[in-house]
């Protein structure tokens, strides 16, 4: 085998070492290996880069997949959520949930014209602080909530 039929970088490998013909053809064996080795390097790289090549697509598509049905559940749930919200806010009773604290995380419009009290003003803010400000029989459900706060989460309270 002659250097010209080397692999490339056998080639180069030998130019760097100076190999004169004589040398080249004392060590052909040797250096026989070594290309057949550079030769079948380059055929797994070449199918490893077609195996990544393949599931680099398949990835692709599963994320625009992922994302489809990402987005078709957002649109599903923002749907439900405006027709709960609809629900919720068509209730005559107060709906209303507070966090640990006692400090309201949500409240139904029931609440305004129960109170007098914007719902944005009231969020994050302590049901405490309403028990003296409103009025019968708003006052009612608010001492109810205190004297039984485990059952403040989630409670709908009927004012008569």
């Known amino acids: 085998m ?10 180069r490998q030998v130019r760097k070492a100076g190999l004169d013909e004589q040398t080249i053809e004392k060590v052909g064996p040797l250096l026989a290996a070594v290309n057949e080795a550079y030769v079948s390097f380059d055929v797994d790289m070449e199918n490893l880069e077609n195996v990544l090549e393949r599931s ?4 692709f598509k599963a994320n625009q997949l992922l994302k489809q049905d990402i987005q078709q559940k957002s649109k599903d749930l923002h749907e439900v959520n405006l027709r709960l919200e609809r629900v919720v ?14 400090n309201w995380t949500f409240l139904n419009q029931a609440w305004e014209e129960m109170t007098g009290f914007s719902i944005e003003e009231a969020i994050g803010k302590s049901f405490v602080e309403y028990i003296y400000q409103v009025q019968e029989p708003a006052a009612h459900f608010l001492q109810q909530a205190i004297e039984s706060p485990e059952q403040s989460f989630y409670k709908v309270i009927k004012v008569i």
């Open 56 to 59: 680099s697509q398949e990835l």
């Open 2 to 11: 002659s250097s010209a039929e080397f692999h490339r970088l056998l080639r």
């Open 89 to 102: 806010n068509n209730v005559r009773e107060v709906i209303f949930q507070t966090d640990m604290e006692g």
